[in-house]
């Protein structure tokens, strides 16, 4: 770091939605700036020079292994940031969960995969990363075999979702999209 970090540009660099969803792609592994860009869509010398944006003011690091670059969190902190910003957001805004474990009768129950979630996230109008860390969120708080459906209307979630929560030992039992940009996201809690 040549100077040092002020609280400012720490908020600055982090408020970029860019630099967020390349934050939330570092977390699930050490990544080269290709893995992603192709991972998230976009040109290579944006995510370039975003990531060494980062590594200046001290949020990431990179190490070369066989002459390439892999970045990953300086501090788990900055992740911690980012979770609590989304909780906070979530806070104010109302949670968007519904549970229905002692509902005879839910919405969204009548689904072609004939699957009865016992909550449900609905993250529809969120972007990457708030539908990503509150699913992982809500999953921690589940009882094991609970089902969660989780519906989102951002397809770079829909992606990532069912990466994130079968890294971490849970079971996606289906993905249906019933309605034009609206995907329902079914995972049961291991």
Do not use: W
Not at 118 to 135: S, V, Y
Not at 148 to 156: K, R, T, W
């Amino acid at each position: 770091m040549s100077k040092k970090l002020t609280l400012h540009e720490l908020f600055k660099t982090i408020s970029n939605q860019t630099r967020i969803e390349i934050l939330i792609s570092i977390l699930d592994n050490h990544l080269t700036t290709s893995d992603i860009a192709n991972r998230l869509g976009y040109d290579i010398s944006t995510v370039y020079r975003h990531l060494t944006h980062m590594k200046k003011i001290g949020i990431l690091t990179s190490s070369r292994k066989k002459g390439i670059e892999y970045f990953d969190f300086a501090s788990t902190k900055i992740f911690r940031i980012l979770e609590y910003a989304i909780e906070f957001v979530s806070e104010i805004n109302g949670t968007g969960i519904i549970d229905c474990s002692d509902s005879t009768i839910c919405p969204f129950d009548q689904n072609k995969l004939n699957i009865k979630p016992d909550i449900i996230l609905d993250m529809r109008g969120e972007i990457c990363p708030i539908p990503d860390i509150k699913t992982r969120k809500v999953l921690e708080n589940m009882d094991k075999d609970k089902i969660l459906l989780v519906i989102v209307d951002y397809p770079l979630s829909a992606e990532r979702i069912p990466i994130s929560v079968t890294k971490e030992g849970n079971t996606v039992l289906g993905k249906i999209s019933e309605f034009p940009g609206e995907i329902k996201i079914y995972i049961k809690k291991s």
